[in-house]
């Protein structure tokens, strides 16, 4: 018997009898990070491309790794350590990586990769259960290779056969062109070329809604009988540099009615993000999904029958709708009203409308029972600005506060204050109390772009397409924080 040729055999068999097929079942845990082939020539892209691809990945440990050592080396021993070592390695290396891509949407060859080297795998588990569950799945699984290629080894020791003849690598090839025409030329969604490493960088048209479904609550549970008007006036762009006598003097003598949060921080790396993370209490990053999605709190006042009067974000006669809407009014009105109004002008020509908007809410006595909420999109040029943020409740108390608050916390705080809505910080958002000072970090986002501010050790770590940056002493564990965060709307929400 050939020492070489039957080392060759045994590899053959090991590689591409065993790990291609145990490598194609891994490969659908990818499919934990709903990302779903929804039609059937998505479902033939992807079978085919699992095929073409951990095929392809074992061809290329096969002939780059394993037969440069056997042809040296054709020793039984080392093909048969060698060739197991490999197998396990590749396969555990699929597995690891189909749980990253699961639970945070990044491969191990993005930056991710040298975070996990640094703080350990453990971040890929949620809980300490599911890491022991995946360590000793790991080990069943070097465990069924190793008896596996002992079997075929004794076999092989009895009668020397090659039963998987060169068709493998036809198949495999087939596999490869199959997916990628299907890829180019069908209908197939460019999100599911981010399922597989390999894939990651095609170049089709990537300006294409998300494949991942957004689940975003519709029904809070909300005990609360009461039903207070709701007024939000926000600025595009204001800084709290600007909120002063100078420049706006009737909103500055308000604040002795109001709770202010001297410390709103960002949460986006533009106007119209902060808005959104303002009304949605989520990241930015769910903007381009969130298109034909009403922020949650909408969906309780239709229940309660308020009057909304949402002028959007880009609205310039936001205002004059306004006074339209104050003066045709009937005096015995008595349903409760929101009123939302975005303004993109000047600090002090928004300072004139606000006085003028209170002058005619008082006069036609609609301020009573009624929350107020004044504050910015994005305070300007400078993230590191704050944002002015006043609070207005119906018995007008006075405060001030400096510890750090951010728009995610806005809309729960609000729904909690007026209808007592328990699970409004569980289930709404990503937010918590306004009058909460144990926050440690907080998370600005846009679209391939996040940063981490970490309040505790003043610090930052900023992401931006890949490339990652920080300023002082980063926590860096709490990164895999802020991608769960940016995923949470994913996955299905709890009942």
């Not at 845990?29 to 073409?52: A, D, H, M, Q, R």
């Not at 100078?246 to 500055?252: I, K, Q």
């Not at 050790?457 to 965060?485: C, P, Q, Y």
């Amino acid at each position: 018997m050939n020492r070489k040729k039957f080392a060759f055999s045994w590899g053959r068999k090991i590689f591409f009898g065993l790990s291609v097929p145990l490598s194609c079942a891994l490969g659908f845990i990818y499919l934990k990070s709903y990302i779903l082939p929804e039609t059937s020539s998505e479902w033939i892209y992807f079978i085919t491309n699992v095929i073409g691809h951990f095929g392809l990945l074992n061809a290329l440990v096969y002939f780059l790794l394993y037969s440069p050592v056997v042809a040296l080396v054709p020793s039984y021993y080392i093909a048969r350590f060698w060739s197991l070592f490999l197998v396990m390695s590749l396969n555990i290396l699929i597995l690891l990586d189909g749980i990253s891509f699961s639970q945070y949407q990044m491969h191990l060859n993005s930056f991710l990769g040298k975070i996990y080297l640094e703080e350990g795998i453990q971040y890929l588990m949620p809980s300490q259960i599911l890491l022991v569950v995946a360590s000793v799945g790991a080990l069943a699984l070097a465990l069924f290779i190793w008896l596996r290629g002992e079997s075929y080894w004794r076999q092989m020791q009895g009668r020397f056969s090659n039963p998987i003849k060169n068709w493998y690598l036809a198949i495999i090839f087939l596999s490869v062109v199959i997916s990628k025409l299907f890829f180019f030329y069908g209908n197939i969604h460019p999100q599911l070329g981010t399922i597989l490493p390999l894939d990651m960088n095609l170049p089709k048209d990537a300006l294409v809604t998300e494949k991942r479904k957004f689940h975003y609550p519709k029904d809070l549970s909300c005990q609360g009988k009461k039903n207070p008007n709701l007024i939000m006036v926000a600025l595009k762009e204001w800084g709290s540099d600007q909120l002063n006598p100078e420049v706006m003097p009737h909103v500055f003598q308000m604040k002795k009615h109001a709770v202010s949060f001297n410390n709103h921080q960002n949460v986006a790396f533009n106007s119209q993000s902060g808005l959104f993370a303002l009304f949605y209490s989520i990241p930015a990053t769910y903007e381009p999904l969130a298109q034909n999605t009403k922020p949650f709190f909408l969906n309780e006042m239709n229940k309660r029958n308020y009057e909304i009067l949402d002028w959007g974000r880009n609205n310039e006669d936001a205002f004059p709708s306004f006074q339209g809407w104050a003066h045709e009014r009937p005096e015995d009105d008595e349903n409760p009203y929101f009123i939302s109004m975005v303004l993109n002008k000047t600090p002090a020509e928004v300072d004139a409308v606000i006085q003028e908007m209170v002058l005619i809410l008082q006069k036609k006595d609609l301020l009573d029972n009624t929350y107020i909420v004044m504050t910015g999109g994005y305070s300007g040029k400078d993230i590191n600005q704050r944002i002015p943020f006043l609070y207005f409740m119906p018995d007008r108390k006075f405060g001030e506060f400096s510890h750090p608050t951010s728009h995610y916390d806005v809309i729960p705080t609000l729904v909690s204050d007026m209808w007592n809505c328990k699970n409004a910080y569980e289930l709404t958002g990503i937010g918590q109390s306004l009058h909460d000072q144990n926050r440690s970090w907080l998370l600005a986002s846009g679209s391939g772009h996040f940063r981490i501010t970490d309040l505790q050790n003043n610090s930052m770590m900023e992401v931006l397409d890949g490339s990652v940056k920080t300023e002082g002493s980063v926590r860096n564990e709490m990164i895999f924080s802020a991608i769960k965060l940016m995923n949470k709307f994913y996955r299905p929400q709890p009942r």
